[in-house]
């Protein structure tokens, strides 16, 4: 397969962030035990990838000291926010902090935490891992899912948080 790359100087990290901001996302907290202890971290890469079978990916950080946990359960919970949940994507986006603190959640059929008054949740297992950069690709195979349409999603958009309303 022939090389994409050129000669061409590389990329300013800024301008990358930049021009990708304009891109809007919606934002889902991936959650799982790590042992009896709750983990999880927050996440705009969530992509749908196969139907058949059922597959969706999130890219976690390298420098991510929520991702190893997360991969020793093996089971994970994404968890869509809604447009009301800012806070909470805040909270589980800081470092070195108690993230489910003051956090409902109740079990998922696959035992991770499942995060109450989210627009919608993703079960599924780790399937593959792929190095990508500063990121790793996960494919997991999806093995239930749900969705409320009482609100609207959280949207990430040029760095700030916005809604469809």
Not at 39 to 50: A, I, K
Not at 62 to 86: C, D, H, M, Y
């Amino acid at each position: 397969m022939p090389s994409l790359v050129t000669d061409r100087p590389p990329l300013e990290s800024d301008l990358l962030r930049e021009v990708m901001g304009h891109f809007a996302t919606g934002v889902a907290i991936i959650t799982g035990y790590d042992d009896a202890e709750p983990v999880g971290l927050t996440c705009q890469s969530v992509v749908s990838v196969s139907l058949d079978p059922p597959l969706i990916s999130f890219c976690p950080a390298k420098t991510s000291s929520s991702w190893p946990r997360l991969r020793r359960s093996g089971a994970l919970s994404i968890n869509v926010l809604a447009e009301q949940q800012s806070a909470l994507c805040r909270q589980f986006a800081a470092s070195g902090t108690d993230k489910f603190a003051g956090v409902a959640h109740t079990p998922a059929g696959n035992g991770s935490p499942r995060i109450a008054d989210a627009l919608a949740h993703i079960e599924a297992t780790i399937d593959a891992e792929h190095d990508a950069g500063d990121h790793t690709i996960v494919v997991c195979r999806i093995t239930a899912l749900s969705a409320s349409a009482a609100t609207g999603p959280l949207l990430f958009y040029r760095g700030a948080f916005e809604n469809l309303r």
